[in-house]
């Protein structure tokens, strides 16, 4: 059955993924013929090389276990975080465990497993007997069941409150492993400027494989667009768009906004610019947009001072 469309005409052409849940579009610009996984096709809109993209994405699997563990043992002690982790790890299917067997050192078999990843990206697919192209598009969907699942616990565990503080420093967690990286991968030293922020923030949202478009920057202020999110496309794929859009309604908007405050208070400009995601692609938007602004230049009443 061919794909719906609009019947309007638009600036940039959306497409629904289907009838029954209008408000999730098609990334702008997707070609609907191109058959290829969402994170394929993204990343090659990024121009990064499908290698760093596939040590990423695994790398990232390996990590979240282990920041699962530590945000549960400071809300909620040992024990329990060994039952959400172990309950986490069930609920992953058969594949995943023997592949993350095949592809990481372990310091336990218990949790929180101690996963390290110590392979290049060409002995990541070897492990696995595929294409980077398949392990790649492996270890995005993989990152994506382990992140769903553990919402998934953590909800029915605690409810979405008391979840959500978890699944958050989760995320705040990611943020800051990743800083060092972005860092070292740009060159910079220190983030000072807007033009810093830009960079950084297109590296941020690339290593994900999702396409950054800057639309303003002063020196005072800066937005970008990203117009691709294989995470969340591939969750629709994974587990339908009631169950993903039900997770992202539910976690999206704290967890984004701890996630930047994380990072602007670790590179020391948390004082001095404000930073937000004001348009969210998983929440009906067309895209996700970021915004940072210098708090002098911010209009009375615009956004909170601290």
């Not at 699997?61 to 039952?83: H, I, Q, T, Y």
């Not at 060159?187 to 950054?212: K, P, S």
Request: proline share 4%; hydrophobic share 40%.
């Amino acid at each position: 059955m061919a794909t719906p469309r609009f019947t309007r005409e638009l600036p940039l052409r959306q497409e629904l993924v289907d009838q029954e849940a209008p408000f999730l579009m098609r990334p702008l610009g997707d070609d609907p013929d191109d058959s290829r996984n969402w994170v394929l096709k993204a990343i090659e809109k990024t121009g990064q090389p499908l290698e760093d993209a596939l040590h990423t994405w695994a790398l990232g699997f390996s990590l979240e276990p282990g920041l699962l563990w530590n945000a549960m043992v400071e809300e909620k002690g040992e024990d329990e975080a060994r039952a959400v982790c172990a309950e986490t790890w069930s609920r992953l299917s058969e594949e995943i465990h023997d592949a993350a067997e095949a592809t990481f050192a372990w310091a336990s078999a218990e949790p929180p497993f101690g996963l390290s990843l110590e392979l290049d990206a060409a002995a990541i697919a070897a492990r696995l007997d595929r294409s980077p192209e398949d392990a790649l598009v492996f270890w995005n969907r993989a990152f994506t069941a382990h992140d769903h699942e553990l919402w998934q616990v953590l909800e029915h565990r605690y409810g979405a409150r008391e979840g959500l503080i978890v699944y958050s420093r989760i995320w705040e967690q990611l943020a800051l492993v990743f800083l060092d990286f972005v860092k070292q991968a740009l060159g910079l030293d220190e983030v000072r400027t807007t033009e810093d922020i830009a960079r950084m923030n297109r590296a941020y949202w690339e290593a994900i494989g999702c396409e950054v478009e800057d639309v303003e920057t002063t020196p005072d202020r800066h937005v970008a667009v990203i117009k691709t999110c294989p995470f969340w496309d591939n969750m629709i794929d994974m587990y339908g768009k009631q169950a993903a859009s039900r997770m992202h309604q539910k976690t999206i908007g704290a967890t984004s906004a701890n996630y930047y405050q994380a990072i602007m208070k670790a590179i020391g400009l948390w004082d001095e610019f404000y930073a937000t995601q004001d348009e969210y692609r998983c929440l009906g938007d067309g895209q996700c947009r970021m915004v940072y602004v210098r708090r002098s230049a911010l209009a009375e009443g615009e956004a909170p001072a601290g």
